[in-house]
Structures are given as structure tokens and as C-alpha cells.
């Protein structure tokens, strides 16, 4: 049985990100992906936006490592020739009572470090966006788009070039804590890989997105007790016709909805200009849970009959959209604590019996973009030993 220094669960944006400043310190690596390829889960399937930072609470991790982590992910997809680009985000008031929560939003951004917001109306809203309809908008000229994928890419590489073994198909099905570190249990996932083994592993971090819950529960976490239960929280996406490509030069998002679910259903952008709208939240009872494997065993379909609602929600807004221009797209999932309100990241260096684990659980929105910064706590606590 071979002994590594750091066994990192999880091969999305995150664990990759993780796995890179884990081997920069020289830690021998392991990353442990059960999915056939990287970034197979939450990290392709959603908005690819690199947040602002003006919608989470003063003093929050969710507020620290956005703010943090947007600007290093900039700096990283300079270096590392991932496409990245700074579109600029309008939140808009389309009636007069909304007008209120942008002034909030932009005290709250402010305090959170967001830099150059500002308030637009009148003149200068048209002239950023002509095609959109609004009364005021809250303007953040620093919140981007990016190769998501592409990033977590990058960040393996970076990890495979400083010692660490990248690792797919390969699901981990056990963990015990031990004198010497914890055991780690794989089984080889699909056809790529139909053996598995088991090492140790002297500290572990869960960076398993969708079934950070999970993995934790296997380690002996008594998630119930902490609150960690992941809900999989579906949002679909709907694309715009490619005859509108180009009407719109910024995201564009509403003011949110008051029960904190969502952002709001938003215009999107890719680094192509292509043009989407998404997620809702879809919620079922029972709450989807993935399943063991390769492939989660998620429903990734997109029902046609949602497009209204799209429709309506975004009418208000772009005033030139029509209910044809709108065609289903793709499903993303969010590991959510809470269906409502407001709920932190859960990062947790766990002590006594449990010590040498790291968890990451309930990394949902903006965890993308806070993947630098969750990486370098993360990196910190790792230098400091088990």
C-alpha cells in the first residue's frame, strides 16, 4: 500500500484548483475524479460567470473568496491562455419599487470590496445598453466570463506539473481514519479504469461538489447534525436565437427574487457572444440525489413547457424578445444547504478522530469563481500539517 501526502476527491474547478497549490508546496498529490474526464459535473454546467461580490453578506466566506477569488482567477487565465473576459454585469431595475434594492446591493458590494461599481440611468444606461429596458441598472464593469472548463484544465496541468497524479474514472468508496492518516478505498469507474486499490493518504480534502455531503458521510461526518445535507437544486437554461447574437454586450441580470433561491433568471454570455438565459430553479419532491458510478443518474432534460416563464421573466427586461427566439439548452445542478435565505460555504478542518480531513460541502454559487481563494486557505491549512 502506497502513502501520499495529500488525497484531494473531487476533479471539478475546485479540487483541481486544490490539487495545484497542494503540489506547489511540494506535497505529494492524488486527485481522485470518478467521472471519465475533469469537470464533468457543476463546473461545465452553469453560467461561467466570474462574480462581482455584491449580493453576499458583509463578513461572509461566500463575500471574502469572490471578491478574492475573481481577482485571481483574472490574473490565472491570463497566465495559464484560458479565455477569459471582463463583459461587465448590469442588475436592473425595470419598476420603480426595485430601485431601493440596487442601492442596497451597491452599499453592500462596496463593503465587500467590489470595485467600480456604480449606479447608471438615464443616458448612460442607454448608451451601455441600448437594447435593454430598464429604469436603473447597478454596473459592475469587473464581472466576467470564462472557459470554465478550460480553468479547471489549466489548474490540473499545473498540478500534474508539479508532482500530482490526476486520476479519472476512480471513485472513492471508502475512508477510515488511522494512526498514520486515513485509508483510501477506490473502485475503478467504466471502461477506462476497472481496477481499483487502496492507499494512505495522510490528509484528505473533499472537493466532491455534488456529493461533498456524501463523501463526508462516509468519513464518519454526522452531516445531519451539521446541517450538510445537500439539496440538488436543477436550473435550466434556454437559449436565445443566434439572430440576437450581439444585441447585448453585458450580462444582465434582475433584481433578485426577495427568497434568496437565485439570482434571478439572466441574460448569459460565452466567450463567443452567444447568447442564453438561466437557470430557474426547478425544484421535485423527492429531492434528486446523485447516484453511484459514472454519471450521476441527474435528469440533464430540459422540459420545452418551462419556456414561457423564461419568456415572461426576461420580456420585462428585452423588450424585443419574442417566445419563438427560445430554445431548450442545458440542465446544471447546485448543491444548495438551503432551498431559501442564505447560507455560507462549509469549509471545515476537521480535529480528533476526524483530523487530517478537510471538507468543502455546499459549494454552490460563486463557487467558480472562488475557486483560487478556497484553493489557498485550503493550501494554508495544508502547509500547517495534519
Not at 50 to 56: A, D, L, R, T, V
Not at 296 to 303: A, E, H, K, P, S
Not at 306 to 309: C, D, F, I, V, Y
Given at each position: 500500500?502506497?502513502?501520499?501526502?495529500?488525497?484531494?476527491?473531487?476533479?471539478?474547478?475546485?479540487?483541481?484548483?486544490?490539487?495545484?497549490e497542494?503540489?506547489?508546496?511540494g506535497?505529494?498529490?492524488?486527485l481522485?475524479?470518478?467521472?471519465?474526464?475533469?469537470?464533468?459535473?457543476?463546473?461545465?454546467?452553469n453560467?461561467?460567470v466570474?462574480?462581482?461580490?455584491?449580493?453576499?453578506p458583509?463578513?461572509?466566506?461566500?463575500?471574502?473568496?469572490?471578491?478574492?477569488?475573481?481577482?485571481?482567477?483574472?490574473?490565472?487565465?491570463?497566465?495559464?491562455?484560458?479565455?477569459?473576459?471582463?463583459?461587465?454585469?448590469?442588475?436592473?431595475?425595470?419598476?420603480?419599487?426595485?430601485?431601493?434594492?440596487?442601492?442596497r446591493?451597491?452599499?453592500?458590494?462596496?463593503?465587500?470590496?467590489?470595485?467600480?461599481?456604480?449606479l447608471?440611468a438615464?443616458?448612460?444606461?442607454?448608451?451601455?445598453?441600448?437594447?435593454v429596458?430598464?429604469?436603473?441598472?447597478?454596473?459592475?464593469?469587473?464581472?466576467?466570463?470564462?472557459?470554465?472548463?478550460?480553468?479547471a484544465?489549466?489548474?490540473?496541468?499545473?498540478?500534474?506539473?508539479?508532482?500530482?497524479?490526476?486520476?479519472?474514472?476512480a471513485?472513492?468508496?471508502?475512508?477510515?481514519?488511522?494512526?498514520?492518516?486515513?485509508?483510501?478505498?477506490?473502485?475503478g469507474?467504466?471502461?477506462?479504469?476497472?481496477?481499483?486499490?487502496?492507499?494512505?493518504s495522510?490528509?484528505?480534502?473533499?472537493?466532491?461538489?455534488?456529493?461533498?455531503?456524501l463523501?463526508?458521510?462516509?468519513?464518519?461526518v454526522?452531516?445531519?447534525?451539521?446541517?450538510?445535507?445537500?439539496?440538488?437544486?436543477?436550473g435550466?437554461?434556454?437559449?436565445?436565437?443566434p439572430?440576437?447574437?450581439?444585441?447585448?454586450?453585458?450580462?444582465?441580470?434582475?433584481?433578485?427574487?426577495?427568497?434568496?433561491?437565485s439570482?434571478?433568471?439572466?441574460?448569459?454570455?460565452?466567450?463567443?457572444?452567444r447568447?442564453?438565459?438561466?437557470?430557474?430553479?426547478?425544484?421535485?419532491?423527492?429531492?434528486?440525489?446523485?447516484?453511484?458510478?459514472?454519471g450521476?443518474?441527474?435528469?440533464?432534460?430540459?422540459?420545452?413547457a418551462?419556456?414561457?416563464?423564461f419568456?415572461?421573466?426576461?420580456?420585462?427586461f428585452?423588450?424585443?424578445?419574442?417566445?419563438?427566439?427560445?430554445?431548450?439548452?442545458?440542465?446544471?445542478?447546485?448543491?444548495?444547504?438551503?432551498?431559501q435565505?442564505?447560507?455560507?460555504?462549509?469549509?471545515?478542518?476537521?480535529?480528533?478522530?476526524?483530523?487530517?480531513?478537510?471538507?468543502?460541502?455546499?459549494?454552490?454559487?460563486?463557487?467558480l469563481?472562488?475557486?483560487?481563494?478556497?484553493?489557498?486557505?485550503?493550501?494554508a491549512?495544508?502547509?500547517?500539517?495534519?
Open positions: 500500500m502506497f502513502t501520499v501526502d495529500v488525497t484531494v476527491i473531487g476533479g471539478g474547478v475546485v479540487g483541481c484548483a486544490v490539487a495545484a497542494a503540489a506547489k508546496r506535497l505529494s498529490t492524488v481522485l475524479e470518478k467521472e471519465g474526464a475533469l469537470a464533468r459535473g457543476t463546473t461545465s454546467r453560467s461561467e466570474s462574480h462581482g461580490g455584491m449580493y453576499y458583509e463578513g461572509s466566506l461566500k463575500a471574502r473568496f469572490c471578491v478574492e477569488g475573481r481577482r485571481r482567477l483574472k490574473e490565472f487565465c491570463g497566465q495559464a491562455g484560458v479565455g477569459y473576459r471582463e463583459c461587465g454585469k448590469l442588475i436592473v431595475a425595470v419598476e420603480e419599487n426595485e430601485r431601493e434594492e440596487l442601492q446591493l451597491l452599499a453592500l458590494g462596496r463593503s465587500n470590496g467590489v470595485e467600480d461599481l456604480q447608471v438615464g443616458r448612460r444606461l442607454r448608451e451601455l445598453a441600448p437594447e429596458r430598464a429604469l436603473e441598472a447597478l454596473y459592475s464593469p469587473r464581472t466576467g466570463v470564462m472557459d470554465a472548463e478550460g480553468v484544465r489549466a489548474y490540473a496541468r499545473l498540478a500534474a506539473e508539479s508532482g500530482a497524479q490526476i486520476m479519472t474514472s471513485q472513492v468508496t471508502g475512508l477510515e481514519p488511522g494512526t498514520a492518516g486515513w485509508q483510501v478505498v477506490v473502485e469507474c467504466g471502461s477506462a479504469r476497472q481496477e481499483g486499490w487502496t492507499h494512505q495522510i490528509r484528505v480534502v473533499n472537493a466532491a461538489g455534488l456529493r461533498a455531503d463523501v463526508a458521510e462516509l468519513a464518519g454526522d452531516i445531519d447534525a451539521r446541517h450538510w445535507r445537500q439539496t440538488l437544486l436543477k435550466n437554461y434556454f437559449q436565445i436565437a439572430v440576437h447574437m450581439g444585441r447585448i454586450g453585458q450580462l444582465v441580470y434582475p433584481v433578485p427574487p426577495a427568497d434568496g433561491s439570482l434571478g433568471v439572466h441574460v448569459c454570455l460565452d466567450l463567443n457572444g447568447l442564453k438565459l438561466g437557470p430557474d430553479t426547478q425544484t421535485t419532491d423527492p429531492a434528486p440525489r446523485p447516484g453511484p458510478g459514472p450521476d443518474g441527474l435528469d440533464y432534460t430540459v422540459d420545452p418551462r419556456g414561457e416563464a419568456y415572461q421573466g426576461a420580456a420585462r428585452l423588450p424585443w424578445l419574442k417566445p419563438e427566439d427560445l430554445t431548450p439548452d442545458m440542465v446544471g445542478y447546485r448543491p444548495k444547504l438551503t432551498i435565505g442564505f447560507r455560507d460555504f462549509q469549509l471545515c478542518r476537521e480535529e480528533g478522530d476526524l483530523a487530517g480531513l478537510i471538507n468543502l460541502v455546499g459549494i454552490d454559487s460563486p463557487g469563481t472562488s475557486a483560487p481563494a478556497l484553493a489557498r486557505q485550503v493550501g491549512w495544508l502547509g500547517e500539517g495534519p
